[in-house]
């Protein structure tokens, strides 16, 4: 399968973290406070990755609504055991107690299928007995509408009142399923409705599709539920494939949405701007008056390719936000990206200690000098403080977070999946 290349162990060494905590404690950070935090920072994981967002409703469905999972690395999870034997693997390569964020069209149906407005929570019970003897931190929930024969012309903003109210049912069946799922687990879930409507060509009108779309939305937001376990959210999008002129829940659209409701959470994808626009710098405009926001961290190439997260500049920017402005209280972070050109579980894995180490970055920035620089105005010493920042070791740190919560340090977690690649994926 792979063309295997060997690897070798580049874990750095516990004096080397010693040195590493020594050189950030010069500039005023503490790393045992950087470290704590990090470990108390849960990371949703997007089921979607481990199948090209394919869904066990049917064997290979075919994936619309305006996304692309490209490639075709052999090895993908074809069953629901697949995918949580894959998942067994990824959660041991990471650091810390995180979550799993579900569609919809990963039901369990046990032999009894039903369509997607009948979904109960019953549907999902062996995700939250598979959560909860791994002790996920929690779960979290989304409507799946997309790759279904009612969706091919829009859901909730669809011209056909029938069309309509399916997706209606649809999205409020799967917040009952994320409240259910928040209270099975003890923590509050996250569900959040996406929709890819919208059209290829430039549209007459507008403002219709939108007002059916704001009209839905009231209907599956009606029923009111425990804000204790469930939080809505809803997220925009600038263009989809086969959608480039207009998409419904435009940015403008859902912020206004959320902010009017003030009771829902708004969902920023890294993926969903234009590729020159900063989604970190969103982030503290967002949250003087959204209640509450939801990450899809995700990496855009030159469109909304959903490529594997990497610790790159925009990404440890939007960290930086969250962390600058104390706002990870606020914030759930969730991951969206797909590929199929590279082992799967390496793209989970990679991806999500690249968000996690995003994270730590963030936290270990000589903050209270950066501040007080700004504050005298000293823009130059501002300047040479995130010049210093950049050459700090961040490696070691990251290494001693991996050994003390028992995972890989270094490239350690590619000899596993290599190992597993050879021993399950090459034989599916
Ligand atoms: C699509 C959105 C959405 C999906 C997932 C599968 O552009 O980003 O979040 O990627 O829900
Ligand atoms: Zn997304």
Redesign the pocket.
């Known amino acids: 399968m792979s063309k295997s290349s060997s690897v070798k162990s580049s874990a750095r060494s516990s004096q080397a973290f010693a040195a590493a905590a020594a050189a950030y404690e010069t500039l005023g950070v503490d790393v045992e406070a950087a470290l704590a935090t990090l470990a108390a920072t849960p990371i949703s994981l997007?089921c979607?990755q481990g199948d090209d967002?394919g869904g066990f409703e049917k064997a290979d469905a075919t994936l619309t609504?305006?996304?692309q999972a490209t490639g075709n690395y052999p090895g993908k999870a074809r069953t629901i055991d697949q995918l949580r034997q894959d998942l067994d693997l990824v959660y041991k390569l990471l650091p810390g107690r995180h979550r799993l964020n579900l569609?919809a069209i990963y039901a369990d149906f046990a032999g009894k299928p039903v369509d997607r407005d009948a979904i109960e929570p019953k549907h999902f019970a062996s995700w939250v007995d598979w959560a909860q003897a791994r002790k996920l931190h929690g779960l979290d929930f989304?409507p799946?509408n997309?790759s279904h024969p009612l969706s091919a012309e829009g859901t909730l903003s669809h011209p056909d009142k029938k069309i309509r109210e399916f997706w209606i049912a649809h999205c409020a069946a799967s917040r009952r399923i994320g409240a259910h799922f928040g209270k099975k687990m003890g923590t509050r879930t996250v569900t959040?409705v996406?929709i890819?409507d919208g059209s290829k060509d430039t549209p007459f009108d507008r403002a219709a599709p939108r007002a059916r779309l704001a009209a839905s939305l009231e209907k599956v937001f009606a029923e009111k539920l425990n804000a204790k376990h469930h939080l809505d959210a809803v997220?925009s999008?600038l263009f989809?494939i086969g959608a480039e002129s207009y998409t419904v829940g435009s940015h403008e659209f859902y912020l206004g949405y959320a902010l009017k409701r003030g009771d829902v959470a708004y969902?920023l994808?890294a993926?969903?701007f234009h590729p020159t626009e900063s989604l970190a710098d969103k982030i503290s405009s967002v949250l003087q008056f959204a209640p509450a926001l939801l990450l899809?961290v995700?990496r855009g190439v030159r469109w909304?390719s959903?490529h594997v997260v990497t610790c790159d500049d925009p990404t440890r920017a939007i960290f930086e936000e969250l962390v600058r402005g104390d706002f990870l209280g606020r914030t759930a972070i969730g991951l969206?990206y797909?590929d199929a050109s590279i082992n799967r579980i390496a793209a989970w894995v990679i991806g999500t200690r690249a968000a996690q180490k995003a994270l730590l970055a963030a936290l270990l920035e000589p903050a209270a000098l950066l501040r007080s620089a700004e504050e005298y105005g000293d823009h130059a010493l501002r300047l040479a403080l995130f010049e210093e920042s950049r050459a700090l070791p961040l490696g070691p740190v990251w290494d001693e977070f991996c050994r003390r919560h028992n995972t890989p340090a270094g490239l350690g977690y590619m000899a596993e999946i290599k190992t597993y690649e050879t021993q399950v994926l090459s034989k599916r």
């Open positions: 997007h979607w967002v609504g305006g996304i569609h989304n799946s997309f959040n996406w890819p997220e999008k989809g969902c994808d993926g969903h899809h995700s909304d959903d969206d797909f």
